[in-house]
């Protein structure tokens, strides 16, 4: 079995909607143990009682910001080489990490008031799942997390036991609400399909450097670094990429080279269909990181399916029940916390980023 078992719907939009289920607690991935990279915060920023803004009664601290920001802010320092797309990406960055974090104690509030639990034994089991993953000790747990900012095991508990509120909230006030209409699914189904009857399937091999949640910032460095080298490897002729697969991957299509065989949109994780159906035939991706760990992709083939029996039909329009309610859930999300934020006290302070 591969480590991108074709279940459809493996991840829910709640899901990327800032950290909400429950495994994505301690990072959505690896990248948010990233330190926040020179330039910002200023160094004396660190003091963790200067205010961001304030939520009703509820401080944000620059800390928390600095904290929020860090992985979008490290990708950006990495990839963006021109000065002033880098500032500006930067300042709309911190402003949406911002927001975010006015969001999330807004719907916390909301759970509070709901009188809404969570049971001690579903936070032990989630730290349970993460040190038996990673191979830690409680001790070792500890110092992880002190590289994700939380400033002991009893503050990673609280800050668990409020993502897992928060998802339950939304599940209750929002997911509740999501419809889908059966006959705009018939029609986006035909219009898919178009007089051809069919629809685009992928041949793609990958190779994975698995990476468990709460991986450390310098193992979240070294794997996507392993795959840099990987790809030279490839584009020197040195080595064929599903032989590459056989020596580097650590997913169970190695010692088939990689090789996924043939899926559609919907097969897979969606942090992966970006990526691979963005790589052209014959090309080779960049490293990006999936809940998996990171990847390099190739693409080997392309072709159209014909849709012709009842099953493969149903199969395509499960895929596109899941995206109308992934865009319904998003869209129904921004409008509930837009009502929230216009009943709430909400101050937000200068930063100091105007040059």
Do not use: C
């Not at 709901?114 to 993460?130: A, F, P, S």
């Not at 001790?139 to 997390?145: G, Q």
């Not at 020197?236 to 190695?254: E, L, M, N, W």
């Not at 499960?318 to 995206?323: E, G, L, N, S, T």
């Amino acid at each position: 079995m591969t480590l991108l078992d074709k279940r459809f719907g493996r991840f829910t939009v709640l899901a990327r909607l800032g950290t909400f289920m429950t495994m994505g607690t301690l990072a959505t991935s690896s990248l948010a143990a990233a330190p926040v990279p020179t330039g910002w915060p200023p160094a004396e920023a660190r003091v963790v009682d200067r205010l961001v803004a304030v939520v009703n009664k509820e401080p944000v601290t620059l800390y928390e910001l600095q904290r929020a920001a860090a992985p979008q802010v490290a990708k950006i320092l990495r990839e963006t080489k021109d000065a002033k797309e880098r500032d500006d990406a930067l300042r709309k960055t911190i402003d949406e990490s911002l927001d975010q974090l006015v969001d999330d104690i807004l719907v916390y509030d909301q759970a509070k008031k709901m009188d809404l639990t969570i049971q001690v034994e579903r936070v032990d089991e989630h730290i349970k799942k993460i040190r038996e993953a990673n191979g830690w000790t409680e001790d070792e747990l500890a110092e992880e997390l002190k590289k994700l900012g939380f400033a002991s095991l009893a503050d990673y508990r609280r800050h668990t036991e409020r993502e897992m509120l928060k998802s339950q909230v939304i599940g209750i006030k929002v997911a509740s609400r999501v419809k889908i209409d059966e006959g705009d699914v018939e029609t986006e189904y035909k219009r898919q399909l178009g007089q051809s009857g069919g629809i685009v399937e992928r041949r793609s091999a990958h190779i994975l450097i698995r990476l468990a949640e709460g991986a450390s910032e310098s193992d979240d460095a070294a794997a996507r670094q392993k795959l840099v080298d990987i790809k030279k490897e490839i584009a020197s002729g040195a080595i064929t990429f599903g032989d590459a697969a056989r020596k580097y991957s650590q997913d169970g299509t190695r010692n088939a080279g990689g090789d996924l065989g043939w899926y559609v949109r919907g097969d897979y994780d969606p942090s992966f269909e970006v990526a691979s159906f963005a790589t052209p035939k014959g090309e080779v991706s960049e490293p990006f990181r999936t809940p998996f760990g990171w990847h390099l992709v190739t693409t080997i083939d392309e072709r159209e399916k014909k849709v012709t029996a009842a099953e493969d039909a149903e199969t395509v329009k499960r895929q596109i029940r899941f995206q109308m309610r992934e865009k319904q859930l998003e869209r129904l999300y921004k409008q509930w916390v837009r009502g929230l934020r216009s009943d709430a006290f909400v101050e937000l302070k200068d930063l100091g980023l105007d040059t």
